[in-house]
Protein backbone atom coordinates (compact mmCIF):
# COMPACT_ATOMS: atom_id res chain seq x y z
CA UNK A 1 0.00 0.00 0.00
CA UNK A 2 0.98 3.30 -0.65
CA UNK A 3 1.09 6.60 1.50
CA UNK A 4 -0.65 7.97 -0.85
CA UNK A 5 -3.68 5.98 -1.56
CA UNK A 6 -4.31 5.14 2.09
CA UNK A 7 -7.22 7.67 3.26
CA UNK A 8 -9.24 7.02 5.85
CA UNK A 9 -12.14 8.58 4.44
CA UNK A 10 -10.19 11.70 4.46
CA UNK A 11 -10.10 11.41 8.28
CA UNK A 12 -6.59 10.33 8.59
CA UNK A 13 -3.88 9.92 5.99
CA UNK A 14 -1.08 7.93 6.38
CA UNK A 15 2.40 9.16 7.12
CA UNK A 16 5.34 8.43 6.69
CA UNK A 17 7.79 7.82 9.86
CA UNK A 18 11.42 7.28 9.91
CA UNK A 19 12.84 3.90 11.45
CA UNK A 20 15.43 6.44 13.64
CA UNK A 21 12.59 8.60 15.03
CA UNK A 22 10.11 5.54 15.61
CA UNK A 23 13.17 4.03 18.11
CA UNK A 24 13.61 7.41 19.93
CA UNK A 25 9.61 7.30 20.23
CA UNK A 26 9.45 3.57 21.67
CA UNK A 27 12.55 4.38 23.52
CA UNK A 28 10.78 7.58 25.67
CA UNK A 29 8.24 5.88 26.54
CA UNK A 30 9.91 3.16 27.82
CA UNK A 31 12.11 5.21 29.75
CA UNK A 32 9.13 6.55 30.91
CA UNK A 33 7.96 3.37 32.28
CA UNK A 34 11.09 2.33 34.28
CA UNK A 35 11.43 2.71 37.80
CA UNK A 36 14.25 4.91 39.24
CA UNK A 37 16.31 1.79 40.20
CA UNK A 38 16.28 0.52 36.72
CA UNK A 39 17.43 3.27 35.16
CA UNK A 40 20.20 3.39 37.49
CA UNK A 41 20.90 0.09 37.17
CA UNK A 42 21.17 1.07 32.74
CA UNK A 43 23.34 3.91 33.72
CA UNK A 44 26.13 2.54 35.93
CA UNK A 45 25.96 -0.65 33.50
CA UNK A 46 26.47 0.64 30.94
CA UNK A 47 27.69 4.54 30.91
CA UNK A 48 30.64 3.77 33.66
CA UNK A 49 32.77 6.82 32.17
CA UNK A 50 30.35 9.30 34.08
CA UNK A 51 32.70 12.10 35.11
CA UNK A 52 36.24 11.09 32.93
CA UNK A 53 35.73 12.87 29.60
CA UNK A 54 39.26 12.03 28.38
CA UNK A 55 38.14 8.01 28.99
CA UNK A 56 35.56 8.28 26.65
CA UNK A 57 37.22 9.93 24.07
CA UNK A 58 40.21 7.45 24.42
CA UNK A 59 38.03 4.62 24.49
CA UNK A 60 35.91 5.76 21.28
CA UNK A 61 39.42 5.68 20.12
CA UNK A 62 40.23 2.31 20.90
CA UNK A 63 36.83 1.28 19.61
CA UNK A 64 35.93 -0.35 23.00
CA UNK A 65 33.02 2.15 23.70
CA UNK A 66 30.02 3.67 21.15
CA UNK A 67 30.70 6.28 18.72
CA UNK A 68 28.59 9.25 20.51
CA UNK A 69 28.60 12.66 19.93
CA UNK A 70 30.80 15.71 21.77
CA UNK A 71 27.40 16.65 23.36
CA UNK A 72 26.82 13.18 24.75
CA UNK A 73 30.35 13.39 25.91
CA UNK A 74 29.80 16.36 27.45
CA UNK A 75 26.56 15.22 29.30
CA UNK A 76 28.82 12.34 30.88
CA UNK A 77 30.85 14.48 31.68
CA UNK A 78 28.62 16.81 33.83
CA UNK A 79 27.32 14.30 35.67
CA UNK A 80 29.59 12.71 38.00
CA UNK A 81 26.98 10.34 39.54
CA UNK A 82 24.56 9.14 37.83
CA UNK A 83 21.56 11.17 39.54
CA UNK A 84 18.64 11.11 37.75
CA UNK A 85 17.86 14.37 35.51
CA UNK A 86 16.65 15.26 31.98
CA UNK A 87 20.43 14.85 30.94
CA UNK A 88 20.68 11.13 32.34
CA UNK A 89 17.38 9.95 31.38
CA UNK A 90 18.53 10.92 27.50
CA UNK A 91 21.70 8.45 27.79
CA UNK A 92 18.96 5.89 28.94
CA UNK A 93 16.83 6.75 26.02
CA UNK A 94 19.91 6.11 24.57
CA UNK A 95 20.41 3.16 25.33
CA UNK A 96 16.82 1.50 24.88
CA UNK A 97 17.37 3.36 21.42
CA UNK A 98 20.41 1.18 20.93
CA UNK A 99 18.55 -2.10 21.85
CA UNK A 100 16.21 -1.41 18.94
CA UNK A 101 19.02 -2.17 16.56
CA UNK A 102 18.41 -4.53 14.20
CA UNK A 103 14.24 -4.96 14.63
CA UNK A 104 11.79 -4.97 11.94
CA UNK A 105 9.92 -1.66 10.49
CA UNK A 106 6.98 -4.19 11.40
CA UNK A 107 8.19 -4.88 14.90
CA UNK A 108 8.62 -0.89 15.19
CA UNK A 109 5.27 0.15 13.91
CA UNK A 110 3.37 -2.85 15.73
CA UNK A 111 5.04 -1.74 19.30
CA UNK A 112 3.92 2.19 18.57
CA UNK A 113 0.39 1.11 17.69
CA UNK A 114 0.64 -1.10 21.19
CA UNK A 115 1.73 2.43 22.27
CA UNK A 116 -1.04 3.99 21.14
CA UNK A 117 -3.89 2.25 19.27
CA UNK A 118 -4.19 5.32 17.24
CA UNK A 119 -1.02 5.51 15.39
CA UNK A 120 -1.63 4.17 12.04
CA UNK A 121 2.09 5.61 10.67
CA UNK A 122 3.85 3.40 8.02
CA UNK A 123 7.82 2.91 9.28
CA UNK A 124 10.63 3.27 6.42
CA UNK A 125 14.12 2.49 6.56
CA UNK A 126 16.64 0.52 6.20
CA UNK A 127 17.45 -1.72 8.76
CA UNK A 128 20.98 -1.83 10.18
CA UNK A 129 23.14 -4.52 8.75
CA UNK A 130 22.91 -7.08 11.10
CA UNK A 131 24.94 -10.86 11.82
CA UNK A 132 23.21 -13.72 11.47
CA UNK A 133 23.06 -16.16 14.83
CA UNK A 134 24.00 -19.70 13.83
CA UNK A 135 21.59 -21.17 16.23
CA UNK A 136 18.32 -19.69 15.78
CA UNK A 137 19.21 -18.17 12.64
CA UNK A 138 17.26 -14.87 13.08
CA UNK A 139 19.33 -11.39 12.26
CA UNK A 140 19.67 -10.48 15.65
CA UNK A 141 24.01 -9.89 16.37
CA UNK A 142 26.44 -7.95 15.57
CA UNK A 143 27.52 -8.70 11.92
CA UNK A 144 30.91 -9.64 11.11
CA UNK A 145 33.04 -9.24 13.48
CA UNK A 146 31.48 -7.17 15.74
CA UNK A 147 29.21 -10.45 16.37
CA UNK A 148 31.95 -12.09 17.60
CA UNK A 149 31.19 -13.27 21.14
CA UNK A 150 28.00 -11.57 20.96
CA UNK A 151 24.96 -13.67 22.92
CA UNK A 152 21.96 -13.78 20.95
CA UNK A 153 19.05 -11.97 22.39
CA UNK A 154 16.14 -14.91 20.62
CA UNK A 155 17.72 -18.25 21.90
CA UNK A 156 20.82 -17.22 24.04
CA UNK A 157 23.49 -18.91 21.72
CA UNK A 158 27.33 -17.24 22.14
CA UNK A 159 28.26 -16.55 18.89
CA UNK A 160 32.25 -18.44 19.79
CA UNK A 161 31.41 -22.04 18.67
CA UNK A 162 30.28 -24.57 20.63
CA UNK A 163 32.86 -24.24 23.08
CA UNK A 164 31.31 -21.23 25.51
CA UNK A 165 28.21 -22.86 24.70
CA UNK A 166 28.87 -26.07 26.69
CA UNK A 167 27.07 -27.99 23.92
CA UNK A 168 26.83 -28.61 20.05
CA UNK A 169 25.25 -26.33 18.00
CA UNK A 170 23.19 -29.56 16.66
CA UNK A 171 21.70 -29.47 20.37
CA UNK A 172 21.07 -25.99 20.88
CA UNK A 173 19.22 -25.97 17.87
CA UNK A 174 17.19 -28.55 18.29
CA UNK A 175 16.21 -27.73 21.89
CA UNK A 176 15.56 -23.28 20.27
CA UNK A 177 13.02 -25.33 18.51
CA UNK A 178 12.08 -27.14 20.96
CA UNK A 179 11.21 -24.72 23.64
CA UNK A 180 12.84 -21.52 22.72
CA UNK A 181 16.18 -21.11 23.86
CA UNK A 182 19.74 -23.30 23.52
CA UNK A 183 18.59 -24.84 27.16
CA UNK A 184 16.28 -24.68 29.56
CA UNK A 185 18.37 -22.71 32.15
CA UNK A 186 18.49 -19.85 29.53
CA UNK A 187 15.04 -19.24 29.12
CA UNK A 188 14.86 -16.99 31.78
CA UNK A 189 17.21 -14.95 29.12
CA UNK A 190 16.02 -14.68 26.19
CA UNK A 191 13.55 -12.13 25.21
CA UNK A 192 10.55 -13.35 25.03
CA UNK A 193 9.32 -10.95 21.92
CA UNK A 194 13.09 -11.88 19.79
CA UNK A 195 11.32 -13.91 17.34
CA UNK A 196 8.79 -10.95 16.42
CA UNK A 197 11.53 -8.04 16.67
CA UNK A 198 13.76 -9.91 14.07
CA UNK A 199 14.17 -10.85 10.53
CA UNK A 200 14.52 -14.96 10.11
CA UNK A 201 16.83 -16.35 7.48
CA UNK A 202 14.88 -17.06 4.42
ZN1 LIG B 1 19.96 -17.01 18.21
Known amino acids: MDADDADFGGFYKVELMNREEAK ?10 LSSDEKLEI ?52 YLVNGLKYVTNLYLQTKLKSI ?22 YYSIDYGEDGLWDICPV ?22 EKFGAINKDSLG ?6 AKKYCRKE
Open 189 to 194: FVDKNG
Open 43 to 94: LECNYWFFGDKEGITEAIEEGSYPEISEDLIEIIDKTPDPFLNAESEGLVVD
Open 116 to 137: NPNFKDKIFGEVERAGLCPCCE
Open 24 to 33: KVIAVYEMQN
Open 155 to 176: CFWENGGEGPNHMTLEQAKFNF
